[in-house]
T-cell receptor
Framework: GNSVTQMEGPVTLSEEAFLTINCTYT??????LFWYVQYPGEGLQLLLK?????DKGSNKGFEATYRKETTSFHLEKGSVQVSDSAVYFC?????????????FGSGTRLQVQP | GAGVSQTPSNKVTEKGKYVELRCDPI?????LYWYRQSLGQGPEFLIY????????DSGLPNDRFFAVRPEGSVSTLKIQRTERGDSAVYLC????????????FGPGTRLTVT
């Protein structure tokens, strides 16, 4: 079945540091890949997505590239802010195989200190 | 416009009791999903509706769990004979078929079984 593996947190960084959160996946076919974010006290919201190999998703300074050869979708940001502190979830769907439900990783908590 | 809403936001019940959790999706979204999120974990899929019918219920853990969506909008997740292990945050999400798997999440219902 489908699965997503993320690096364990918490990840603690100083403001303006570079961020990488690793995500690898196992899936049949050609899944669509997502990063969702959960800010403190708020619901899950989509951060970015990529639907085919070599696509780069980007939003709010965050980027992730769909790498089929390494089955990875690592999240990066060049300069984090305190307001980026949240839990980040990597996820996939198997739309090409009719599997519409999201399969999530376990989440990575990011703490950015001023 | 209005997002996905869920009621109640918190529910405390005794072991063995019956509970109902409600989800109001974004207007016009034909797809509706239920997920369950335990502390420190990513959401886990329970059931997916396309219109009024359950298109995929492979995530329901056992026959104590049941969900309906009689008119293709509001959905109710029903849990019979609750157990302490059912304690979690129950999330609802909706999407339109045209959005490449992008799902919009509600704030969740925190269920505590004592």
């Amino acid at each position: 079945g489908n699965s997503v593996t993320q690096m364990e947190g918490p990840v603690t960084l100083s403001e303006e540091a570079f961020l990488t959160i690793n995500c690898t996946y196992t899936a049949t076919g050609y899944p669509s890949l997502f990063w969702y974010v959960q800010y403190p006290g708020e619901g899950l919201q989509l951060l970015l997505k990529a639907t085919k190999a070599d696509d780069k998703g980007s939003n709010k300074g965050f980027e992730a590239t769909y790498r089929k050869e390494t089955t990875s979708f690592h999240l990066e940001k060049g300069s984090v802010q305190v307001s980026d502190s949240a839990v980040y979830f990597c996820a996939l769907t198997g739309l090409d195989t009719g599997r519409r439900a999201l399969t999530f990783g376990s989440g990575t908590r990011l703490q950015v200190q001023p | 416009g209005a997002g996905v809403s869920q009621t109640p936001s918190n529910k405390v019940t005794e072991k063995g009791k019956y509970v109902e959790l409600r989800c109001d999706p974004i207007s016009g979204h034909t797809a509706l999903y239920w997920y369950r999120q335990s502390l420190g974990q990513g959401p886990e899929f329970l059931i997916y509706f396309q219109g009024t019918g359950a298109a995929d219920d492979s995530g329901l853990p056992n026959d104590r769990f049941f969900a309906v969506r009689p008119e293709g909008s509001v959905s109710t997740l029903k849990i019979q004979r609750t157990e302490r292990g059912d304690s979690a945050v129950y999330l609802c999400a909706s999407s339109s078929l045209a959005e490449s798997g992008e799902q919009y999440f509600g704030p969740g219902t925190r269920l505590t079984v004592t």
